[in-house]
């Protein structure tokens, strides 16, 4: 896991959100066509979670940056150092 991390820039991760148009086209579909949540979700092939968060929510929160626990340039020092003790790959 740790070497993972190092391989990865978590800085270039992307993370995708369903449109405003895709959102009330779920809820449209649910409403007119009488279907639970769970039926909702199964037939647009998305979370059930999704579709119930929609309801009392359709526009997206503001995303929000978390702080670090650890410095980026110190997590890969870190790793670089524990990266001596683990065994070789052939």
Known sequence: MIIIAKRLNFDDIIYMSYSIDFRRKVIFTMEEE???????????????????RWINQIEPKASTTRQRKIDKSELIKD???????????A
């Not at 009488?34 to 119930?52: D, N, P, W």
């Not at 790793?79 to 790959?89: A, G, N």
């Open 79 to 89: 790793v670089e150092q524990i990266s001596r003790y683990l065994p070789k790959r």
């Open 34 to 52: 009488g279907l639970s949540i769970r039926e909702t979700a199964k037939q647009f092939r998305i979370g059930s979670a999704s579709v119930s």
